[in-house]
C-alpha cells in the first residue's frame, strides 16, 4: 500500500507529515518574502551601492536554475524523505549564519548555500502534498498551501521589518527554524516516492515530450512574467519607499505584506470563480491588473494608494498562481507531473534571478522610477501572450478548465 492510499484508511496518523510539509513550503517562501523590507538596510549597513542590492536576491535563486531538475529527478528516482531533511538543514543553517557575515561578500556566499538547499526543498511541497493526501482531498489540501503560504507572506516581511528595526542581523535567525523540522521530518515524515521501472533516459524522453503540449508552454510564460513581476518589484520596493517617502524597514514590511492579503482574496475564491471564462482570458485580466498597479507607483502617489496599487497587484498575482498550476497539472500525464514541475521550477529560478539583475543594471542608467515603467511593460507582454493563447484556445484546441 503506498502513502497515498494509507491515507484513506489513517488520516489522522498523516497530520504531522502535511504540518511538515506545510511549514517547509512557508519556509522556503520566506527566503525571499523575510527579507524585502531588510534591504535598504543591510546596503546601508554594509556599504551597498543600490545597483548591487539585488545580488542578494540572486544569489539566493540562482542555484535552483541548474539544481532544481537535478533534485526533482532525485527525489523521483531514489527518495524524498532525505532530500527533504537535507534539503532544509542546509537552507536552516546557512540561512541563519547570513546574520554573521562580516561583509557583503559573505553574505553572498552564505545566500548561495542558502539558495542550494532551497533547490532541494522548492518543489517538493507540491509533490509532497499530492501523495500524502487521499486523491479527493488534494485540491483541499492544494488550496490550503496557497492560504498559508500567501498568510506566511503577509508576516514574514512585517517580521522582517520588526527585526531589522533592532538590526538586520536578526532578521536571518528565523531561519534556524528549519533545523527542528528536519529534525521532525526525520521522526514523522514517511518515504513518498515510487520509482517507476523506467530508465532515465525513458524518463527523460517522456517529459521532454510533454512539454510540447502548447498550454504547457503558455503556463511556463506565465510562470516566467509572475516572477519577474513578482521579484522585480519587490527587491526595489522597500528601497523605493526608503528614497521617496522615508519610510523605514516596518512600513515597508505592512505595505508588502497588504500584497499578500490581495493574494488570499483571489486565491480563496479563484476555485469558485474559475469556471466562468477560460483560463486564458482569467490570465489577461490578471496581468492587465499587474500593470495598472505598477503603473500607479512611479507616478509617486499618496502612501495609501502605494497600498491599493500592491493590494491590486497581490490580487492579480493570487489569481495567476493556481491558474498556472492548474495550466500545469491539467495537462500533464501524472507519471510525469514531477519533471514537469521541475522544469516549471528552472523556469522561475531564471525568471526571479534575471528580475533583480536586470533592475540593477537598468538602475545604472537611469532612476528608480524606471524599474517600474519596465514591469508596466512586461505586464503588457503578459497580457498579449495571453490573449494570443485564448485566440488559440478559441481555434480550436481543447480548453484548458
Known sequence: MDARQSTEHAWPDYRAPLAITFATSVAASSGSSLLYPVLPVIAGDLHVDPSEIGLAMVAFTSPAVVLAPIFGVIGDRH??????????????????????????????????????????????????????????????????????????????????????????????APFLFCVPLALA????????????????????????????????????????TRFFLDYGLFTYFSLFLALRYGADAATAGWL????????????????????????????????????????????????????????????????ISPLQKSLLTRNTKPALRGGVISVDRVVQQVSKSLAPAIMGLLLLVAELEAVFWLLVAVSLIGVVVMAAADRRRSAGLPASH
Open 79 to 172: 527518495g524524498r524523505k532525505w532530500l527533504l531533511i537535507l534539503g532544509l538543514l542546509l537552507y536552516g543553517l546557512a540561512g541563519s549564519l547570513c546574520g554573521l557575515a562580516p561583509s557583503y561578500a559573505w553574505l553572498l556566499g552564505l545566500r548561495v548555500l542558502q539558495g542550494i538547499g532551497f533547490s532541494a526543498i522548492t518543489g517538493l511541497t507540491i509533490v509532497l502534498l499530492s501523495e500524502l493526501m487521499p486523491e479527493e482531498r488534494e485540491i483541499h489540501g492544494q488550496g490550503w498551501k496557497v492560504v498559508i503560504d500567501r498568510m506566511a507572506m503577509i508576516l514574514a516581511p512585517i517580521a522582517g521589518g520588526f527585526l531589522a528595526a533592532f538590526s538586520w542581523r536578526w532578521a536571518f
Open 185 to 224: 521530518a526525520v521522526l514523522w515524515m514517511p518515504e513518498t516516492s515510487r520509482p517507476s521501472g523506467d530508465t532515465l533516459r525513458q524518463y527523460f524522453a517522456q517529459t521532454f515530450f510533454a512539454m510540447r503540449e502548447p498550454r504547457l508552454r503558455t503556463a511556463f510564460i506565465t510562470s516566467f
Open 256 to 319: 508588502v505584506a497588504i500584497s499578500s492579503v490581495g493574494s488570499i482574496v483571489t486565491a480563496i475564491s479563484v476555485g469558485h470563480i474559475h469556471t466562468r471564462m477560460p483560463t486564458e482570458r482569467f490570465l489577461i485580466v490578471a496581468f492587465a491588473a499587474s500593470g495598472i498597479a505598477t503603473f500607479i507607483l512611479p507616478l509617486h502617489p499618496p502612501i495609501w494608494l502605494v497600498g491599493v496599487a500592491v493590494f491590486i497587484f497581490g490580487m492579480a498575482n493570487g489569481l
